[in-house]
Structure formats: C-alpha cells, structure tokens
C-alpha cells in the first residue's frame, strides 16, 4: 500500500563548520554535494567466477557547498578563505581544518566529520545576473548515511550537546 513519505525541505537542512553554521545564502539549485573519493570496493572475477573484493581504505568525501556571492554565508567563507591564503604566504601554512557537520532534521541523510579543510572556491564572475559560489571541503573521514529516526534525533541532541547551537554561530551582525 502506498504512503506519503515524511516531508522533506532543503531548507531545513543544517550545514556547520566549525563554529560557523552556514544556513544563509544558498543558491536555489543542489546547495549541498558530498561524494566520495573513492568506491567502497573493488572486485575482480576469477576464471571459475569467484570474485575477490577489496575494501577501500580511502574513505574520503568532497564536500560542496554552493551560495549566492553576496550573502553572509559566501562573504564568510571567502575570507577565512583569504586568511589561510594569507598564511601561507606569510610561511605559516594551515590546514584551517574544522568539524563539519550537515543534517536533515527528518533523519533523511547526515554527515558527521571531525576535521574539514576547505580546498578551493569557484571563481568568482560578475554579471547582470547573480551567480552562485562554491566552495569544496575535503573531508579525511566521516560517518555519512542515512539514519533512522531515533538515530538521527542522537547525533542531533550531540551536535546540540557540543555547544553547535545554530543561532549562536554567527555573529548576530552577520545574520
């Protein structure tokens, strides 16, 4: 019997760096895309149809988040951007590395990950029309899948019991 599933809303969607929660400014296409950086396993068939696997150890994503240039979130990004950027040049390399953290509050899909370091920004076009910037993160490793509810509603509860309160993550002149 068919049923309607539980609504789902991009909007609902958290995305947090750090301490920088990036709810602001996203661009009205796929705001969000992770994907891995390698297959979970390879295989390969034997004469007589055996089949060998091998797990990766490669268990990596790149994270990419797409914004309207001219909202909070973008002018954020861009400047930590330019600080790590700055820092290199000064001799003083950083990884600028953070905990990311992007959940559906339906439980739909979550991506928990201890460190995040941002790799590089699009470039950055001016037009009649408004653009899009993206930036991608490289993420070591994470926990990413979809979780059922009362899973969900734990790594919720954790992210909140790390002091990751939404609305005091950016400064209240950047909201």
């Known amino acids: 019997m068919a049923k309607f599933l539980q609504p789902y809303s991009a909007r609902n969607v958290s995305v947090i760096w750090g301490p920088i929660n990036l ?16 297959p979970r396993a390879s295989t390969r068939a034997g004469f007589s149809g055996d089949i060998s696997v091998a797990l990766s150890t490669d268990h990596s994503y790149n994270v990419t988040l797409s914004f309207f240039p001219e909202s909070d979130s973008a002018k954020v990004l861009n400047g930590v951007f330019q600080a790590l950027a700055a820092a290199e ?10 905990p990311l953290v992007i959940t559906d509050p339906t439980g739909l899909n979550t991506l928990v990950c201890r460190e995040a370091m941002m790799l590089e920004h699009s470039d950055i076009e001016y037009a009649e ?3 899009v910037i993206t930036f991608t993160f490289m993420v070591a490793e994470a926990v990413q899948g979809p979780l059922p509810q009362d899973v969900a509603q734990i790594v919720s509860n954790a992210v909140k019991g790390l002091g990751l309160n939404p609305s005091k993550l950016v400064p209240s002149k950047l909201r």
Request: avoid cysteine.
């Open 23 to 38: 709810a602001g400014g996203r661009a009205d296409e796929a705001f969000a895309t992770i994907t891995r950086n390698a």
């Open 129 to 131: 029309n408004t653009g």
């Open 89 to 98: 040049r000064a001799g003083q390399p950083l990884t600028g590395a953070m």
